[in-house]
């Protein structure tokens, strides 16, 4: 399985090289996230690129002044959904009923039951739950990069809170989950590449119920 070849390939690379990654391959990437399952169809969050040096060098500071910011070709923000409110509700039903060309309100009684059931959560709940399917498509976006033989450092190591008001993801209702920096493996400097890749063996990571 060629997926599973990818998969030994990657690592979390901790040192890149600065080389740019052609734009065409960071938007398959992104088209995995894109494309990632979410609950309800709902698809509550977004990806935000920034390629700009100048602008990565102002989020080091924010992100531990970790290098991958720096040396990276793209940054990947993921980015969720704050809470879910009706608009938001309605705007993604709407959208539905366009694309499956259903008669306006076909859904309603779908999308009136999951609104009742997000919205039964409180804010923070919310958002978590929106979190948690950025992480789906952050692990499309891993894959993909893979794939691709595009290196890429997942991190969370980063102050949320600051990288929200400097990129305005607030003002649009909106709160960072991870970051993705893509680019090529620096050989000589990344102390991790020589690593062994390190796993719990399947009879210890599998349970079967039987």
Known sequence: MNLLNDLQWRYATKRMNGKHVPNEKVMQVIEAAR???TSSGLQPFKVVM?????????IAPIA?????????SHLLVFAAW???????????????????ELPKGEM??????????MQAKS????????????????????????????DASPMEGFHNDELD???????????????????????????LLPMKKVRFPLEDF?????
């Open 82 to 100: 704050d809470s879910y409110t009706q608009e938001r509700m309605d705007s993604v039903f709407d959208n539905m009923e366009a694309i499956r």
């Open 206 to 210: 599998l349970i079967e119920v039987k």
């Open 35 to 37: 494309l990632a399952p």
């Open 50 to 58: 920034i390629e700009d040096i100048e602008i990565r060098k102002k």
């Open 123 to 150: 804010e923070h709940e919310q958002y978590h739950h929106a979190a948690r399917q950025a992480y789906i498509g952050f692990g499309m976006a891993i894959a993909a990069a893979a794939e691709l033989r595009i």
């Open 165 to 191: 008001v400097f990129l305005g993801l607030d003002k649009l209702g909106l709160k960072s989950v991870t970051l993705l920096a893509l680019g090529y493996r620096n050989e000589e400097e990344d102390w």
């Open 64 to 72: 531990m002044n970790q290098k991958q910011i720096t040396e990276c």
């Open 108 to 117: 309603n009684e779908f999308k009136n039951s999951v609104s009742k059931s």
